[in-house]
């Protein structure tokens, strides 16, 4: 450890080679030779030996001096590495959708800083696609399709699309029946969906049926898909749990319920999973089994 500074500073606070050797369990010829090393090194004889004692030479006083302050300094340093590795501590960097931020985690988080008093959050919600490692996150969460990569992901949750419109957009441009009643339909789509304006859905058999919409509007943000249906522009598709406080007041009405929507993953997602620190080994645990089910509308 520090390259013979520590078993040099160990040696003049034990009072001999072989009290350090047995505080630092090696050998005194061990502890002897890593000594005399580090005098070679600095050009400097550290230490006047006899047969039956130790003493510092007046330029090993003034080495020794500083050195007990780095040895200290490090053994503080460990102390702290240790620690932080048994209990969560620490400020954690977070990111998710607006929706899901608002919609549930707002909820949820005060339980997880109760319970977990060592730890900061610091959330950053919005729909983008943040880079985890450029932008310093510890934990992002997730939905829909993953990209292969290097990152860690655990599913915490799955949810499906529901389609919604206002009631009054139904009243008066007609509830469709199938998915192809769709098309004549104003659509409000996703804009970063790989294909905004082809909604795929699942028949009572599993069939898939995929329909070609007109889109009026796309935007990168589900919650202002969902407040521009409430508005009555249009037909939109959202994951469940982005809309199911707008469904349980009945400002959206859900339309196609036998033709399930694709299934969406809920993803915590985190660079490794070596050494995983414990405060970011408590959050996914806390996601996982706080959002274990299915989420919707009643939720």
Request: proline share 4%; net charge negative; aromatic share 8%.
């Amino acid at each position: 450890m520090l390259d013979g500074i520590d078993t040099f500073v160990r040696v003049v606070d034990a009072g001999s080679f072989t009290a350090a050797a047995n505080v630092l369990g090696k050998s005194t010829s061990y502890v002897s030779k890593e000594v005399s090393r580090l005098e070679a090194r600095l050009g400097a004889r550290l230490l006047n030996r006899t047969t039956r004692s130790i003493s510092l030479t007046d330029t090993g006083r003034l080495y020794y001096d500083r050195c007990r302050r780095i040895v200290a300094d490090a053994d503080e340093a460990a102390r702290s590495v240790t620690e932080a590795q048994e209990h969560p501590r620490g400020v954690l960097k977070f990111s998710a959708p607006v929706s899901f931020g608002l919609g549930y985690l707002a909820a949820m988080l005060p339980k997880f800083l109760e319970t977990n008093a060592e730890v900061a959050l610091e959330i950053e919600l919005n729909d983008r696609m943040v880079d985890i490692i450029a932008e310093g996150f510890d934990v992002v969460l997730r939905i829909g399709h993953l990209e292969d990569s290097s990152l860690i992901a655990r599913q915490i949750n799955v949810s499906h699309g529901v389609t919604v419109a206002s009631p009054t957009y139904w009243k008066n441009h007609g509830k469709p029946g199938h998915p192809e009643e769709l098309q004549g339909h104003a659509c409000i789509s996703y804009a970063l969906m790989r294909a905004p304006n082809r909604w795929r859905y699942r028949d009572p058999d599993g069939a898939e049926i995929t329909v070609n919409v007109e889109t009026r509007v796309q935007c990168n943000s589900a919650e202002l898909e969902a407040a521009l249906a409430v508005a009555g522009l249009g037909v939109t598709r959202l994951p469940e749990f982005a809309c199911a406080r707008e469904l349980a007041q009945g400002l959206l009405e859900p339309a196609l319920e036998k033709y399930t929507g694709t299934e969406i993953g809920i993803f915590a997602v985190y660079p490794h999973r070596r050494h995983l620190s414990p405060k970011v080994r408590a959050f996914v645990d806390f996601l996982v089994a706080e959002f274990g089910g299915e989420l919707g509308a009643e939720d």
